[in-house]
């Protein structure tokens, strides 16, 4: 099913309900982020470009305050209800939350890019109202993902894929780190894919993922590439491991118990399980290995995590994380790990919950990557 | 100009010491601790994160994009660094900054609390806590300075990062070539590429010159609306183009159309060089903005009745020049000025310079 924003704005009105809540306030302010859930993009589909706020009221009252003035013309093309364009942003909100009538508690959703400005506003206008979170409520609404938000996703899948193939034939020796970048980062936009999260970095022995630097391709350098470009703003994930010549028979050895660890964690996301029990499965086959110590930071942070923009939920694949896993929901799986033999390693993708089990956007098998250092 | 902001800087991240060695960030250090004195405090915390990164990144060199950022600064002695960055990542996260005590924050509240204890504060400087941080990340650290008597800075700051040292200049020069570079390669595609592969064709130059990052806003169609480049799919007829680049944490930008020459954009060439004349230290913003109006023409909405900025770690830095400005020109001001007209006829078009007020007059760049 497409997008409908009507759809959308009735289930949230239903839950400010049973939460009594009077108001709620999206706000995003352009910086966006993979991390986390963007609630204005979330309600509207519409990605802002600088200071955004949506105030819906439990009336039924909307309005979409709308910065800078001249991008009223996006922001119309999504959200077809009451808006206002303006430079102003602080005072447009004013008039707006002074003007609404809101009864019961307001609830502020995109509340890790407001700043304190905008908060100031809103407390000072919001009186003796009670501010709650409201992210958790947005992240609800969206966490089951459509019909057509799969399908975008599924086109970026393919997307990184052509994107792990441009990499395959740039990569050489007597290149930097960012130009490699660039190519694959620009070759998947060319694409089709609007914005694109990417992290590529080399080594002979990595210790972490990091953004691309100065540093000039090598012989026997291993080449990490986490690949994320999105379609109408839906994002997915890969993870690629590329050797420039021949893979050693550790790197190999490493390799596999990554992909086994992944397809360990395939397994074990089913209807009614946790997103606890995927990661602890993965890290099992890690910690069985001999590398219990490395299953924890600073050299592993998470299994996995949601994808952004859209909501986060299920949230990130951690042995902590009791949510129940869901038809519908997406998230990367990755089992990236650093192993003292080989260095960093990345090794995931992006799987959707179908039929009651998991299955992989991307339809190259998991592999690690060599190439030619001679181009 | 705002554009929209991309999920991560798709270039390259790294200090260059040959272009902004230490001692550069030293002198800058030295100006503010200088300024702290004369205005007794005893330590300044500059804030950065997505939000803004411009501020923190004047003081340490850290383009804080992904995580958050704090830098303490002693009234002498070197500064502090503290990152909201994960485990794993902290050792990178140093390779990108000038300052050599850098601390990954787990709890930010108490490690604040630490470094203003260790470093003796009772007066304390903010910079950027209003506008540069997440309100709920700034309340967790103001929990470290709640009981201590504390100032808003970030005026002060903003004055100092207005006037531009030659090192500046010399890295906003390669941002100006790669951004140049990009709309020569935007505007020149035949008919047939769409806007938004002419538009990956201009991104994959300027990454691979070593921009840090790209930002393009650019038409589909010719009423002058301009969207970002991630999604305008349209042909490449009547062209306009936005492209800011990021160098090292610094900006520049090339506006242009590939609209052929007219009457309007002789008449738009004619207000850029009386604009540019005009420029003069002790010149009133304001003024310069009503010596550069064209009768007779509509303006681009994206312009948004702006003839230009001050630019630099920061797209739009002091100060800035449109009708009702309350700003004068500074010596060793850096301008990104933008005049676009729309004639009914021949479409849109838009002159961009930038600038540097010497001493003598306007330099272009």
Not at chain 2, 61 to 79: E, F, H, M, R, T
């Amino acid at each position: 099913m497409a997008f409908d924003r009507k759809e959308i704005t009735s289930r949230l009105l239903r839950l400010m309900h049973s939460n009594n809540t009077g108001a709620l306030i999206a706000f995003s302010n352009g910086i966006a982020t993979i991390a986390d859930t963007d609630a204005i993009w979330s309600l509207t589909r519409y990605r802002a470009i600088g200071k955004t706020a949506l105030i819906i009221a439990e009336s039924g009252d909307e309005k979409l305050i709308v910065t800078p003035k001249w991008d009223l013309h996006r922001a119309s093309a999504c959200f077809d209800g009451s808006k206002i364009a303006t430079d102003d942003f602080e005072a447009e909100l004013k008039n707006e939350l002074s003007r609404m009538i809101i009864q019961g508690n307001v609830a502020i959703a995109g509340k890790s890019s407001i700043d304190n400005l905008t908060e100031e506003t809103i407390r000072s206008l919001a009186g003796t109202k009670n501010l709650i979170d409201g992210d958790i409520i947005v992240r609800e609404l969206g966490k089951i993902r459509s019909e057509d938000e799969l399908h975008s996703a599924s086109r970026a899948a393919g997307i990184a894929e052509k994107g792990y193939h441009k990499l395959l034939e740039c990569a050489s020796t007597n290149m930097y780190e960012y130009e490699l970048a660039a190519e694959v980062s620009s070759y998947m936009r060319s694409l089709g894919s609007g914005d694109v999260f990417q992290l590529l970095c080399a080594s002979q022995h990595n210790l972490y993922l990091h953004h691309p630097t100065n540093r000039l391709l090598e012989e026997n350098d291993i080449i990490l590439a986490e690949l994320s470009p999105s379609v109408d703003g839906i994002f997915m994930q890969a993870c690629h491991t590329v050797v420039i010549g021949e893979v050693s028979a550790e790197l190999q050895k490493n390799y596999d118990l990554l992909i086994r660890a992944f397809e360990d964690g395939l397994d074990e996301i089913k209807l009614g399980r946790t997103v606890g029990q995927v990661a602890t499965t993965v890290n099992k086959r890690i910690e069985e290995a001999g590398y219990k110590e490395y299953c924890r930071p600073p050299y592993t942070r998470a299994r996995g995590h949601g994808l952004g923009i859209g909501s986060i939920l299920p949230g990130d694949i951690t042995p902590e994380n009791n949510t129940v896993l869901e038809e519908g929901m997406m998230f990367v799986l990755h089992p990236n790990q650093y192993l003292p033999e080989t260095g960093y390693l990345l090794c995931g993708d992006t799987v959707k919950i179908s039929g009651g089990h998991a299955v992989r956007l991307s339809e190259t098998k998991l592999a690690i990557g060599s190439v030619s250092g001679e181009k | 100009m705002q554009t929209l902001t991309p999920v991560v800087m798709r270039g390259r991240a790294a200090w260059d010491q040959a272009l902004l060695p230490a001692d550069e960030f030293k002198l800058r250090i030295n100006s503010i601790q200088q300024q702290m004195k004369d205005d007794q405090l005893d330590t300044l915390l500059v804030f950065g994160s997505g939000l803004g990164y411009a501020d923190l990144c004047y003081v340490s060199n850290y383009v804080s994009s992904l995580q958050w950022g704090l830098a303490a600064i002693p009234s002498s002695g070197d500064p502090i660094l503290l990152l909201g960055a994960r485990a794993g990542s902290i050792e990178f996260q140093r390779t990108l900054t000038w300052i050599r005590d850098v601390r990954r924050v787990s709890d930010a509240g108490a490690m604040t609390k630490q470094v203003l204890s260790d470093l003796g504060s009772e007066r304390v400087g903010i910079v950027g806590g209003l506008d540069c941080i997440p309100s709920a990340i700034y309340a967790r650290v103001s929990t470290a300075f709640s009981k201590l008597q504390t100032s808003n800075q970030s005026k002060k700051i903003r004055k100092l990062r207005r006037r531009k040292s030659p090192r500046e200049i010399e890295v906003i020069k390669r941002a100006i070539t790669c951004a140049r570079t990009s709309r020569g390669i935007l505007l020149s595609h035949e008919e047939g590429v769409t806007n938004y592969e002419a538009s990956t064709h201009a991104e994959l130059s300027a990454l691979k010159a070593g921009a840090s990052d790209i930002r393009i806003l650019v038409n589909k169609g010719d009423d002058g609306d301009v969207y970002p480049a991630e999604e305008a799919r349209s042909h490449t007829k009547n062209v306009t183009a936005y492209i800011g680049v990021m160098y090292l944490g610094y900006w520049a930008e090339a506006l242009g159309t590939n609209a052929a020459a007219s009457e309007v954009s002789s008449l738009a060439t004619e207000a850029m060089e009386r604009l540019i004349d005009s420029l003069k230290i002790g010149v009133s913003c304001s003024e310069l903005a009503k010596i550069a109006k064209v009768s007779g023409y509509a303006s681009i909405p994206f312009l948004s009745g702006s003839l230009g900025c001050g630019i630099g770690l920061d797209l739009a830095e002091q100060p800035t020049l449109r009708v009702g400005s309350p700003e004068i020109l500074e010596e060793n001001d850096l301008l990104s000025l933008r005049l676009g007209l729309v004639d009914s006829k021949s479409g849109p078009v838009i002159e961009s310079r930038t600038v540097l007020m010497g001493k003598k007059g306007p330099v272009l760049l």
